[in-house]
């Protein structure tokens, strides 16, 4: 397995581009599943999850070919096989194959998904909704099975929580079904808009996409796509956050400015200089980080999968803070390793309290989960010393060279096998 050895103490200048977004790519590609035709997605980002997640559709039968960063996804020979764990174990998108796989062929058997291990991570809501369109559900040898002896039919969802593969699930899944589907306390994050505008030149119906209530007018047939990508919000944020720790400036580029809000507002408030220009954010260090309090909610709140990287950012505060994680029960595996670089974090139930110390100093950490490799990273590049990350391997599943980009700036990184 791959580690990094980070060299920390240079700061960061130049422009990154921001490439697009890991958690829209994936339902997209899941979205070639509702058509017989070729597809072509634009901007996909080049990293694990999509290269598994292609594997997965692969073995549904689907071609799929790269040429840069357009992928090609045709899945007129596909066929409802079973997918077995060694596949759906590799990515948590992997569940967003139920909507389509039902709405197309009427039947589904699935080993449950993988993912970062943050939590519990239920698929209840998928379930429900789906059953609400008409299809059963039952579990054998690991397996979901499902079912839908007659076509899907549009229907009234409630969700209990706002899940946002859930909401996607069942917006793939409705845009087949014959009638009307009305999901209330729907996700509102980008990714959901991105999939319903996809969705929609395809020709199908869709309204609220980004609200809390999203409705589909679902279609007897779909057209293919071809369609670019968002940038990932997420990538984004994690260069902002790297610009707040050691900008001297960091220029970030390709960004969507109203998916940053909740982000950027933390920032200044911390103490790091930051201007929009356009599709710019041009981010200078925070010469001494103040401590500010965090607490996660669904968008437009503060996104989980920016905790661990601003938590990297509060352990070098002036101040105490509390940062409070209200998603994933088990999002903060990350804190033990920063306080192997010296950090002071005390975990309480779903809160982190971050003593602000001076100076973090180099050691060897491993990477826990994919945004946690992030932090970690973030982390060594203003530690003394050199700081070893292992495991890698979950940063290469969600980022599309998070290493090189930093080194093209000015970071001091090298890579090696372990
Ligand atoms: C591939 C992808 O897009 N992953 C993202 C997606 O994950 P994912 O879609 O898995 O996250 P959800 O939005 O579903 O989870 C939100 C909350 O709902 C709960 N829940 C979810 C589904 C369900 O059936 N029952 C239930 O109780 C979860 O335990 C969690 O507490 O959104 C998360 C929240 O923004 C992000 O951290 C992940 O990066
Ligand atoms: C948690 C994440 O990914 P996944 O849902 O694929 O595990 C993430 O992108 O931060």
Request: positive net charge.
């Amino acid at each position: 397995m791959d580690a990094l050895l980070i060299h920390g103490g240079n700061d960061l200048s130049g422009e990154i581009q921001i490439s697009g977004s890991k958690n829209a790519s994936l339902p997209i590609m899941a979205a070639a599943m509702l058509t017989q035709n070729e597809n072509i997605l634009k901007g996909v980002p080049d990293l694990l999850d999509v290269r598994n997640f292609g594997r997965i559709l692969e073995h549904l039968g689907a071609r799929l070919r790269r040429e840069g960063e357009n992928l090609h996804l045709n899945s007129g020979n596909c066929s409802s096989r079973a997918l077995p764990s060694a596949l759906t174990c590799t990515v948590r998108a992997s569940i967003l194959v139920l909507g389509p796989l039902l709405a197309r062929f009427g039947h589904v058997k699935v080993s449950l998904p993988g993912g970062c291990a943050i939590g519990k991570r239920p698929i209840d809501q998928h379930i429900k909704g789906l059953k609400a369109l008409g299809a059963s559900f039952v579990f054998e040898n690991g397996y979901i099975v499902a079912r839908a002896c007659h076509h899907l039919r549009g229907a009234k969802v409630l969700f209990d929580v706002p899940t946002v593969t859930g909401t996607m699930n069942l917006m793939l899944a409705a845009s087949l079904a014959h009638g009307i589907t009305v999901l209330s306390n729907a996700a509102q994050e980008p990714e959901v808009e991105d999939l319903a505008a996809c969705l929609i030149g395809m020709g199908c119906v869709i309204e609220g996409a980004g609200t809390d209530q999203v409705t589909i007018y679902g279609q007897r047939n779909l057209s293919p796509y071809r369609y670019k990508v968002m940038s990932d919000r997420i990538e984004c944020g994690t260069f902002l956050v790297a610009g707040a720790l050691a900008g001297n400036p960091l220029i970030v580029k390709g960004c969507i400015h109203k998916h940053q809000a909740a982000l950027l507002e933390k920032l200044r408030a911390i103490g790091a200089r930051i201007e929009v220009t356009g599709g710019s954010i041009t981010v200078y260090k925070a010469l001494r980080p103040r401590a500010v309090d965090i607490c996660t909610g669904p968008f437009p709140g503060f996104p989980t999968d920016m905790q661990p990287q601003l938590m990297t950012l509060l352990c070098i505060a002036e101040g105490a803070a509390v940062l409070t994680e209200k998603l994933f029960e088990n999002r903060f595996m990350h804190a033990a390793w920063l306080c192997r670089l010296g950090a002071d974090i005390t975990l309480a139930s779903d809160c982190a309290i971050i003593r602000g110390v001076p100076m973090l100093s180099g050691s060897t950490v491993v990477a826990t989960d994919l945004r946690a490799s992030a932090c970690l990273v973030l982390a060594g590049l203003v530690a003394s010393g050199d700081t070893i990350v292992r495991s890698v391997a979950h940063m290469d599943r969600g980022f599309d060279r998070l290493d090189g980009k930093l080194v093209a700036v000015g970071g001091r990184i090298s890579r090696f096998e372990e």
